[in-house]
């Protein structure tokens, strides 16, 4: 018999629509866990437990193997680059990554990008043939264009509701977010029939696209 | 940077403890001698290499090798790994020896790596390379002594993943025929471990449904010998059957080992394609997130020193197992200890020279100009050692009137 299999989950956004994902494929995960504190919630009739974790560090617990299996958004993937399997793709939290500025953005000599995903943003401006300054923010980084920090911004858009309300517009877009399932290097080959279980139940469950 | 604290060291690289010392020796001397047993003998080479010779050659990126300059301007490199330096000797210095040569080795080796814990910039790799022989049975011998190698380092709960680099090749050689392009951005997906990446480029490339489908079941090609019958269904590729026909017979082989049990055949697992040119293998144990050897074939690698050759072999991650054993206590060397006057001070060292003679116990003389105080400080314990300012001893010999 496989030992537990133990999996990082992001708290937040995310949270609710992947234990709705994982309910549905037959797991039973409670779907209301924000208002408790409680960091590690043992399953043991589905011999898995779930770590509660902030959704940026997700992939470093599954890359250092301290849980076998984490759900995780494709911008913090891009962002982090880890060393892990990206075994589904699970449809969830869909967003994009996109390049937004004021209405009225020119090119200007220096560019300056504000963001939170530094490491996205410098290579999507190589690959451009760009240099551009990149600022690393942590938070509101509309903010950055009106005050004169960054002449434009990267960063997250799903209904693109805050930028209107901001005035900014979206420029291009860099690519499509969806929440992975991401496997340890070796929790995939020592716990490969349980990671495959649940691969095989939640697949079931995904729209066609993701299918094998 | 701010300038150093006195405590700091560059990063990546670690002090080990006497009581990890020891524990690190044992594994390495019990893997060595394990080698030594399979006909495996040791050889050392230097911590520097040029770079335009063993660091061009090695398997390593180069952004990830320590470079630096010689009196003359030359490129240097910290050896990153010590497969292309066992190539360089085996070309040159053992050139009249006949194949097949089996070398081991254990050695420092060094990588630039970026910053963060637990990745090393210094770390340990006790492995083995078997030198001018293509067989089967060479790639079989060199998974088997890996076996072998981490039962003798004590590693107990281990899976081996083997895999061979000429599969993927024919299939996607007989699938997407003279699409290089493709066929490389495929091999990059599964080298970065990205499987939803592999199967949107996949879909984005509108192939005929049934191509489509074998491409994307290949992720699925894991487990025992029956993997082989299936992959000879999925490509007649000559190459990928080449693969598949010497992967069985590694297979074959190694349950004739009786080792079979250790082994999953995967077909997923790539190691770096212009490196392996044929059988490739990792190693993973239970509670460690990060394998603990790898190894495969490289049949190009000494041609590069003008020798051309075919080659197998592996590498133990010899500090990654101290984390996986690591826990376990080790009984460091007992200790007596003579305390004595100055009166007594010849009795002292020639009793101490007995004792060392006498074998096993290592011995520590302190002369002592307080007897009260000394005697005060001396604690016995339950166990019946004693304990003299946090240092345990066996027994005490005391020579003071």
């Known amino acids: 018999m496989e030992d537990i299999l133990k999996v990082a989950m992001p708290k937040g956004r995310i949270y609710k629509q992947a234990a709705k994902l994982f309910h549905k494929a037959g797991l039973p995960i409670p779907e209301d866990l924000e208002e408790g504190r409680r960091l590690i919630i043992p399953v043991p009739e589905a011999r898995m437990e779930f770590i509660l974790a902030k959704p940026v560090d997700v992939p470093t617990y599954v890359e250092y193997g301290v849980a076998d299996i984490g759900v995780v958004g494709k911008d913090v993937l891009m962002e982090e680059n880890r060393n892990v399997y990206e075994l589904l793709d699970l449809g969830i939290a869909r967003c994009r990554m996109s390049v937004i500025g004021l209405p009225d953005w020119k090119p200007v000599i220096n560019p300056r990008v504000a963001t939170k995903y530094p490491n996205v943003a410098s290579q999507y401006f190589r690959e451009q043939g760009q240099q551009v300054e990149v600022i690393k923010l942590n938070g509101s980084i509309e903010l950055a264009p009106l005050i004169g920090l960054a002449d434009r911004i990267v960063d997250m858009v799903e209904t693109g509701q805050t930028l209107k309300e901001n005035g900014l517009v979206e420029q291009e877009e860099i690519f499509q977010i969806t929440s992975r399932l991401i496997a340890n290097r070796v929790s995939y080959r020592m716990k490969n029939d349980s990671i495959q279980r649940l691969c095989d139940m939640l697949q079931a469950v995904l729209p066609v696209a993701g299918k094998i | 940077m701010s300038k150093p604290k006195v405590f700091e060291k560059p990063v990546g690289v670690k002090d080990y403890l006497p009581e990890a010392v020891t524990k690190l020796r044992n594994i390495e001397f019990r893997v060595l001698a394990c080698m030594e047993r399979w006909g495996y003998t040791q050889i050392i080479t230097p911590t520097l290499e040029y770079y335009d010779t063993v660091g061009v050659a090695s398997s390593t990126e180069d952004k990830k090798l320590f470079k630096l300059l010689d009196r003359k301007g030359n490129t240097l490199v910290l050896r990153s790994e ?61 998974v088997a002594l890996a076996i072998a190698s981490l039962q003798a380092a004590g590693v107990g709960t281990f899976k081996i993943a083997l895999g061979h680099v000429g599969f993927l090749n024919g299939l996607f050689q007989e699938t997407l025929e003279g699409r290089l392009g493709d066929q490389q951005t495929l091999k990059e997906h599964l080298l970065n471990r990205d499987y939803v990446g592999y199967r949107e480029a996949i879909q984005a490339l509108a192939l005929p449904e049934e191509v489509e489908r074998e491409l994307i079941g290949v992720l699925r090609l894991r487990g025992g010998d029956e993997i082989c019958a299936q992959a000879r269904m999925v490509s007649q590729h000559p190459i990928a059957q080449d693969a598949i026909r010497h992967l069985c017979e590694v297979w074959d082989v190694l349950k004739a080992y009786g080792v079979s049990e250790h082994v999953v055949i995967d077909l997923t697992m790539i190691g770096d394609f212009s490196y392996y040119t044929g059988m490739t293998f990792e190693g993973y144990a239970a509670e460690l997130g990060f394998p603990v050897c790898s190894g495969g074939r490289y049949d190009n690698l000494l041609s590069q020193f003008g020798r051309p050759a075919p080659a197998t072999g592996f590498a133990l991650k010899t500090n990654r197992i101290l984390e996986v054993i690591g826990k376990e206590t080790v009984d460091q060397p007992a200790r007596v200890l003579i305390a004595y006057d100055a009166e007594h001070r010849e ?36 166990d019946g050692q004693y304990e003299l300012q946090g240092a345990v001893y066996k027994e005490i010999i005391n020579l003071i009137r």
């Open chain 2, 82 to 142: 010590m497969t292309a330096p066992i190539a360089r000797v085996a070309s040159s210095l053992l050139r009249e020896y006949a194949f097949p040569l089996r070398l081991s080795y254990h050695s420092n080796v060094f990588r630039a790596i970026e910053e963060e814990a637990g990745r090393d910039s210094e770390f340990f790799q006790t492995g083995v390379e078997l030198i001018g022989d293509a067989s089967s049975e060479a790639d079989a011998e060199v």
């Open chain 2, 347 to 382: 009795e002292a060292l020639k009793r101490a020279i007995g004792t060392r003679e006498s074998g096993s116990a290592a011995v520590i003389t302190q002369l002592v100009t307080d007897k009260a105080a000394w005697t005060e400080a001396l604690h016995k314990r339950d």
